[in-house]
């Protein structure tokens, strides 16, 4: 079955370490998106890439990091986590067809930082 | 400024009757306009989207939505909700390209037997 995947599930770490977080999609889409979901439920984009570039690129601090080595794939680095950091980080895959713009979830990572 | 606005943050029902979710937006240009439902400890699933045409849009598990320019306005509506429809509802809005998506804050939908 096609999706968009996340690793890891749940991360818990101190202020001040590095993690990464993992996005695939096997839709075949051309845009992907990292969002941030605060303990309010709240949703912030935070990146979208096209085929692999840029395009937005949100008021985020400069520890956040976007990485994509492919069209399927799309990675997230922090390296040197606050306490404002926990949140869940939803990273999600479109193509646009001439009805607009229909995204698809992975489960989300769960960030702690303690 | 590009805003969605969900008005309720909670609304509670029981199972059977009716149901409308208000969303409201604030938008420059060519909008396209979703529903997606997030279940507890999930991402978010994708209910239904207008961008043109006919006004009112059907979507999965019977829920509808209807636009309306004047009101600025893109409420969800479902005629019978299950115990099931319990979740979060969010609204979301985008312009042309769809890589800059604004979500509203919410609405949380609890279905009471």
Redesign the interface.
């Known amino acids: 079955e096609t999706a968009?995947f996340q690793t890891p599930n749940y991360h818990v770490t101190q202020v001040g370490n590095e993690v990464s977080f993992n996005c695939k999609q096997t839709l075949g889409h051309d845009?992907m998106?990292w969002?941030k979901q605060d303990s309010?439920?709240?949703?912030?984009?935070m990146f979208?890439y096209?085929n692999k570039q840029l395009?937005?690129n949100?008021t985020v601090p400069r520890r956040f990091s976007p990485q994509s080595s492919d069209k399927a794939h799309l990675n997230l680095r922090i390296k040197s986590v606050e306490p404002e950091d926990s949140a869940v980080y939803?990273c999600?895959s479109?193509n646009?067809d001439?009805?607009?713009?229909?995204?698809?979830?992975?489960?989300?990572t769960r960030l702690t930082v303690l | 400024t590009q805003t969605v606005s969900q008005s309720d943050a909670h609304v509670t029902v029981f199972e059977g009757d009716s149901v409308e979710l208000r969303c409201n937006y604030s938008y420059g240009g060519s909008i396209y306009l979703s529903w997606y439902i997030q279940h507890h400890g999930r991402g978010l699933q994708f209910l239904l989207k207008y961008y043109s045409g006919n006004p009112v849009v059907q979507g999965v598990n019977g829920f509808e939505a209807e636009f309306s320019k004047s009101d600025s306005s893109f409420h969800l509506r479902k005629a019978s909700v299950h115990w099931s429809d319990s979740a979060v509802y969010f609204c979301a809005a985008s312009g042309t390209g769809g890589y800059k998506v604004v979500f509203g804050s919410g609405t949380r939908l609890l279905v009471s037997p």
């Open positions: 968009v845009t998106y969002y309010k439920k709240l949703l912030k984009i979208s096209n395009i937005v949100e939803l999600a479109s646009r001439w009805g607009g713009y229909e995204q698809y979830f992975g489960p989300g």
